[in-house]
């Protein structure tokens, strides 16, 4: 049973970049698409982007010059950086394990509040 | 890139059968997923490839797919099942996820 804990910073400076890590404790780390979603207070799940297992990256356009997604397979680790930060960000991050056969999430972190505030 | 929409409410009584939709263009050619999200929980996968469940997942959960419109259905609701349901769909051409607005279900 794969089980995903992730941690970061729970309050970020405007303009400051948010930083968030997921580590995988099971299951295989190689074989499968390591995504990070957020959903801002209540408003739905977005994608942010995603990591596959030989290091190409994906991201949601939305983000795409302000997010870096990365993995670190010694560690079994994926991490979020998103640049600029504004209030818009404000949000409950989460880190997910896509499958790669039928492109579904089944495993998520808990999710980190990631407040924007001076 | 391709959007998948969901109505934002549906409200059923305890033993009956919600269903809530999500709509996209040529949807039955995709592979759609279904999520449940209760308050300050992480979304938890209730159906996969339209209709298949995953282990753990009751019998009540089931899902259907056809034209532009997958369907979740959930048979004798009962008030555990008040949640937020998001449906999810791989775009193929952009390499990208993409989730319905979601949709919260009151049980009356």
């Known amino acids: 049973q794969v089980q995903l804990q992730q941690w970061g910073a729970g309050l970020v400076r405007p303009s400051e970049t948010l930083s968030l890590t997921c580590a995988v404790d099971?299951?295989?780390?190689?074989?499968?698409?390591w995504s990070w979603i957020r959903q801002a207070p209540g408003k739905g799940l977005e994608w942010i982007g995603h990591?596959?297992?030989?290091?190409?990256?994906f991201y949601n356009p939305s983000f795409k010059s302000r997010v870096t997604i990365s993995e670190d397979r010694s560690k079994k680790q994926s991490s979020l950086k998103l640049t600029s930060v504004t209030a818009a960000d404000t949000a409950v991050y989460f880190c997910?394990?896509?499958?790669?056969?039928?492109?579904?999430?089944?495993?998520w972190g808990q999710g980190t509040l990631v407040t924007v505030s001076a | 890139s391709y959007v998948v929409t969901q109505p934002p409410s549906v409200s059923v009584a305890p033993g009956q059968t919600a269903k809530i939709t999500c709509g996209g263009n040529n949807i039955e050619g995709k592979d759609v997923h279904w999520y449940q999200q209760k308050p300050g929980q992480a979304p938890v996968l209730v159906v996969y490839?339209?209709?298949v469940r995953p282990s753990g997942v009751t019998e009540r959960f089931s899902g259907s797919c056809s034209g532009d419109t997958a369907t979740l259905n959930i048979t004798a609701v009962e008030a555990g099942d008040e949640a937020d349901y998001y449906c999810?769909?791989?775009?193929?051409?952009?390499?990208?996820?993409?989730f319905g607005g979601g949709t919260k279900l009151t049980v009356l």
């Open positions: 997910a394990r896509g499958n790669s056969s039928s492109y579904f999430f089944d495993s």
């Open positions: 990591v596959k297992h030989w290091g190409d990256s």
């Open positions: 099971g299951g295989s780390f190689s074989a499968n698409y």
């Open positions: 999810q769909v791989w775009d193929i051409r952009t390499y990208h996820w993409v």
């Open positions: 490839d339209v209709y």
